[in-house]
């Protein structure tokens, strides 16, 4: 049972290149999201699917974009990186769009560099 | 805007209780969340309330007052294993914003 899944776990990018990552999940969940956490800080949310087929802005969409390609995989795309866009990124699934009491499950994390 | 504010650092002894709080301004609330995040870690489900009163788990308990804009997280019988970040987050119109995380640090 894998849960939810990263690729890939470490990456360092130049400013401007464009990268994509993968997010999978295994639990038939409906919703996804893409958080990014900076040093010493909470999870700031990117993007959301609530449902297969639709997407909605997070707190900090700018500069992302993200496709729900089907139930299971939600990716989340950098165009041009920016220094700004170093962070580790989170995916999480969730049973419904509410949380309930079932809480969210993450994957384990991708751990971007911009130089 | 929405915001939830919650202690940065908490140190507590071994054994010991520790209650970490939250307070939050959010539109559409459902529910308030907490989850446990180790150093390099992913975080992991805690505990949710969307009623007030106290939710117990083991160890873990969360406390939920609406019209106080209020939570918290009662952790019993401290263990080393304890020593982690805690992050409350607002259940909001589909989906969870969190708080910017209280770093618990267990002593022997």
């Known amino acids: 049972n894998a849960g939810v899944t990263q690729t890939p776990k470490f990456q360092v990018l130049k400013t401007g290149q464009s990268m994509t990552l993968q997010c999978a999940q295994d639990m038939n969940h409906n919703s996804m999201y893409w958080y990014r956490q900076d040093p010493g800080m909470g999870l700031r949310l990117i993007y959301y699917?609530?449902?297969?087929?639709?997407?909605d802005k997070g707190e900090v969409p700018n500069g992302y974009n993200v496709s729900r390609l089907n139930k299971r995989e939600f990716s989340l795309r950098l165009e041009s990186a920016a220094p700004s866009q170093t962070s580790v990124y989170f995916c999480?699934?969730?049973?419904?769009?509410?949380?309930?009491?079932?809480?969210?499950?993450f994957g384990s994390g991708t751990r971007l560099t911009v130089v | 805007g929405q915001s939830l504010e919650q202690p940065s650092e908490v140190t507590a002894v071994e054994g010991a209780i520790v209650q970490i709080n939250c307070t939050y301004q959010?539109?559409?609330?459902?529910?308030l969340s907490w989850y446990q995040q180790h150093d390099g870690g992913a975080p992991t489900f805690l505990s949710y309330n969307a009623l007030d009163g106290l939710e117990e788990t083991g160890r873990f308990s969360s406390f939920l007052s609406r019209s106080d804009s209020y939570g918290y997280l009662l952790l019993q019988e401290l263990q080393m294993k304890d020593s982690a970040s805690y992050f409350c987050a607002s259940d909001s119109s589909y989906k969870l914003i969190f708080g910017s995380g209280t770093r618990l640090l267990v002593r022997p």
């Open positions: 699917s609530a449902s297969e087929g639709t997407t």
């Open positions: 959010t539109s559409g609330f459902y529910g």
């Open positions: 999480a699934s969730s049973e419904e769009g509410r949380n309930s009491y079932y809480g969210y499950t």
